[in-house]
């Protein structure tokens, strides 16, 4: 929970890639089974946009479904609905296929094509193919030490910590007096441990917009861009 006591946007990413890692669970090809076989599935572009936060002991229901395939990626659909089915958030994400191993992509099983299918609807009309620019100068930044706490069983950083290095960045009254309504984001390179992250934030054309990049400090490596947008709290 925030300070607001509701559920913080990384709350809600952490959920909504719980719901995922369920989906495929429910087909028999958990993230364990794929990691045995050196296989996993890497976020590389995503939207969130929230109406509003969940407050403390709500409850809340996430549907998920894929919407499209190609050959080593699939693009995942997301509805958040409070407990009477109102619609609070959604997101969508492209997730790649990935030999842990060899560093690369892989063809999505046709097995896991099989049983899950699809469905083409699209849970919001957005684009998360289009490139967001890095940016090299920061009106806001801060820098992190990546610890063990912050990688997953690759040993990299999860993408929800990336959203939270960027909400960091955010100027405090914004992050007081606003609640993050949607954040756009692309995850272009691998942060490991023990490396320093630099998050740096510029305030948007519109108003209370955020254009973000997240880079490790000393080779200039981008590692995450992103743009969000925040609106008043209730």
């Known amino acids: 929970m925030d300070k607001s006591g509701v559920a913080s946007p990384t709350t809600i990413l952490t959920l ?4 995922a890692a369920d989906h495929c669970h429910s087909i028999n ?20 946009q929230m109406e509003r936060y969940p407050a403390y002991k709500e409850t809340i229901i996430i549907r998920t479904w894929l919407s499209n395939y190609s050959l080593v990626k699939g693009y995942r659909e997301n509805i ?16 790649v296929f990935f030999d842990i191993k060899k560093r690369r992509p ?16 699209e849970a919001i009309d957005h684009d998360i193919g289009k490139k967001i620019v890095a940016i090299d100068k920061a009106g806001y930044l801060q820098e992190y030490i990546i610890k063990r706490f912050d990688t997953d069983s690759n040993k990299h950083v999860n993408n929800v910590r990336y959203l939270q290095w960027v909400i960091e960045s955010i100027p405090e009254d914004v992050d007081t007096n606003y609640y993050l309504h949607s954040i756009d984001g692309r995850f272009i390179g691998e942060a490991q441990y023990d490396d320093t ?10 108003d209370k917009t ?3 990049t997240i880079k490790v400090k000393g080779d200039n490596k981008v ?12």
């Open 16 to 19: 909504i890639e719980e719901t």
């Open 29 to 48: 090809f958990s993230l364990y089974d794929l990691e045995a076989l050196n296989i996993g599935w890497v976020l590389v572009s995503g939207y969130l």
């Open 80 to 95: 958040i609905y409070d407990e009477h089915f109102n619609i609070i958030g959604k997101a969508r994400g492209i997730w």
């Open 106 to 121: 892989a063809q999505i099983f046709e097995d896991i094509k099989e049983k899950w299918s699809y469905c083409n609807q």
């Open 197 to 206: 992250i630099i998050s740096l934030t510029n305030e948007g054309i519109a």
């Open 210 to 212: 955020f254009a973000h």
């Open 223 to 234: 590692c995450a861009t992103a743009q969000t947008s925040w609106k008043p709290k209730f």
